[in-house]
């Protein structure tokens, strides 16, 4: 089975680290190589709902339609996703001013995103990712399926928009807001390819080999074996003070699933912080060369 590796890509947007995709790390033999811009995020009004106004965050100078078409003109195993909603403070949770208009305003903005990249044979954005770590709901049962009937129709009207061409949908669930993801995988199973979990989001540490691989175990049954990556981070956020994810545990934890033929891929959050190298290492991207070498056999 072809392996998938996924990194997101210009979500520190005042990184001074990164001018241009880091095309020395793509490793030639990985069958696809995504990289996931970040973000296309929301306006608020006055009262902290969303708008439904979707704007770019990432730098555009560094990862705007040109450097997309080079990319990809020069890497025909690259793929290259849009990520939605990004912003990590109860301050800016997923929150609609009203669901029709919201989505309504959604599909619209997020495809004047999407049609600026293109080249003569058009649109050449290959995917959405839908990644709101806050989702603010009601007890009642409306309240809580509300993200999963939002954003399950601005999937479906841009995957189903023959001039996007868009093929590939992902979500990023972690552990607090996993009920809402799950909503939105079942009830939109049949436009959603990949789930990135968040392994480096749960508030106890992912701290023995045995705990990633009880965790994958959980969220393979909780979703698709065959569609669920897991996720390691190079940010300090995550990192310090306690390292919820350590890499020793993930890349034996991806060894020992490889080993039994259980491992679609994995993702990397994320290529801005992994330029910084590692106090123990001389170069940066270290990460990434381990687990597509792992992923390559």
Not at 20 to 36: G, L
Not at 47 to 72: H, S
């Amino acid at each position: 089975m072809s392996k998938i590796f996924r990194e997101y890509i210009g979500v520190k947007p005042f990184s001074t680290n990164l001018r241009d995709f880091p095309v020395e790390i793509i490793k030639t033999n990985i069958s696809e190589f995504h990289f996931i811009l970040g973000f296309a995020t929301e306006e608020y009004d006055a009262q902290n709902k969303g708008t439904g106004v979707f704007k770019e965050t990432w730098n555009t100078r560094a990862f705007g339609p040109e450097a997309v078409r080079n990319l990809k003109g020069n890497n025909p195993n690259v793929k290259v996703v849009i990520s939605i909603g990004g912003n990590d403070t109860v301050k800016t949770p997923f929150n609609p001013v009203e669901e029709t208009i919201w989505i309504t305003r959604a599909v619209s903005s997020l495809k004047v995103i999407i049609q600026k990249y293109k080249d003569q044979t058009g649109n050449i954005i290959d995917g959405i990712d839908i990644n709101y770590l806050n989702v603010f709901h009601t007890t009642n049962d409306t309240g809580k399926l509300r993200f999963a009937r939002c954003i399950g129709e601005v999937i479906t009207q841009l995957k189903n928009d023959n001039y996007l061409r868009i093929k590939i949908v992902s979500i990023a669930p972690s552990e607090t807001n996993e009920i809402h993801y799950r909503n939105l995988f079942w009830q939109n199973e049949a436009n959603i390819n990949w789930v990135n979990y968040q392994f480096y989001n749960q508030s106890k540490a992912v701290s023995t080999l045995d705990d990633f691989l009880k965790l994958y175990d959980q969220v393979s049954r909780n979703y698709k074996p065959s569609i669920v990556l897991p996720g390691v981070s190079t940010d300090k956020l995550h990192i310090e003070p306690v390292d919820k994810m350590p890499r020793e545990h993930f890349i034996a934890g991806c060894r020992h699933l490889l080993q039994i033929a259980s491992l679609p891929g994995v993702f990397l959050w994320n290529a801005d912080d992994s330029t910084i190298p590692l106090p123990n290492e001389n170069k940066p991207f270290v990460l990434e060369d381990i687990l597509q070498s792992l992923l390559i056999g």
